[in-house]
Structures are given as structure tokens and as C-alpha cells.
Nanobody, 123 residues
Framework: QTQLVESGGGLVQAGESLKLSCTAS????????MGWYRQAPEKQRELVAT???????NYRPSVKGRFTISRDNSKNAMYLQMNNLKPEDTGVYHC?????????????????WGPGTQVTVSS
């Protein structure tokens, strides 16, 4: 059973940067899609970004140009570089991975989830 663990969250001021990491207990090479989701207090979980096995990426419009998702299969890790952070980026960030994801924006298709890391952006 593959386990995912996020790290790198914290408290920053608006305009600053953070880099989140997601480390897997096993090989991620079999994960056809990996992604980052976030959930703010009293809000629904939302997709932030995804990356597939050939490196194709998708971003929600509000983070495009500020966030960069990447993966390193040799390290069994995925990353989210977040620049120019805004208060509305605040939330718990979860990484997710799936072996047979057909619809990248459908959270139900992801098999593995991390417990999350808190990101707080102050204004």
C-alpha cells in the first residue's frame, strides 16, 4: 500500500513563496496522474494542479503562472512550487495519486491521498 506524505507548508506573508513536497513510500512510476488539492476552512476541496506520467500539467486558473507542479520518479516525489502567494491560497494542501486516472479533475479517481500540510498566507 503506497503512502503519501506532504511537507513544506507553513506561515508566510503575501507575495512570498513556498515549495511543497509529496513523498511516496513506494514507486510513483506507476501513477499515471498525480496532483495537489487544497481545502480552506468551510470550503470544498479544490483541485490545484495535476501532472501525468509524461509530464503534462494542468492548473486551476487562479494559480496558473504562480504555481509549478513537478515530479521526480527517481525520488518517488512530487513538488509544488508556489510563488507570489495570496491569502486566498490558504488551506490544507493534499497530494493525490492514481494509477488509472482518466479524468484528472475527478477526485474520486485518485487511489492514494496524503494527510495534508497547512499553508497559511497572511495579508
Amino acid at each position: 500500500q503506497t503512502q503519501l506524505v506532504e511537507s513544506g507548508g507553513g506561515l508566510v506573508q503575501a507575495g512570498e513563496s513556498l515549495k511543497l513536497s509529496c513523498t511516496a513510500s513506494g514507486s510513483i512510476s506507476r501513477m499515471n496522474v498525480m496532483g495537489w488539492y487544497r481545502q480552506a476552512p468551510e470550503k470544498q476541496r479544490e483541485l490545484v494542479a495535476t501532472i501525468d506520467f509524461v509530464g503534462s500539467t494542468n492548473y486551476r486558473p487562479s494559480v496558473k503562472g504562480r504555481f509549478t507542479i513537478s515530479r521526480d520518479n527517481s525520488k518517488n516525489a512530487m513538488y509544488l512550487q508556489m510563488n507570489n502567494l495570496k491569502p486566498e491560497d490558504t488551506g490544507v494542501y493534499h497530494c493525490a495519486a492514481g494509477t488509472q486516472v482518466l479524468t484528472y479533475f475527478s477526485s474520486s479517481e485518485y487511489d492514494y491521498w496524503g494527510p495534508g500540510t497547512q499553508v497559511t498566507v497572511s495579508s
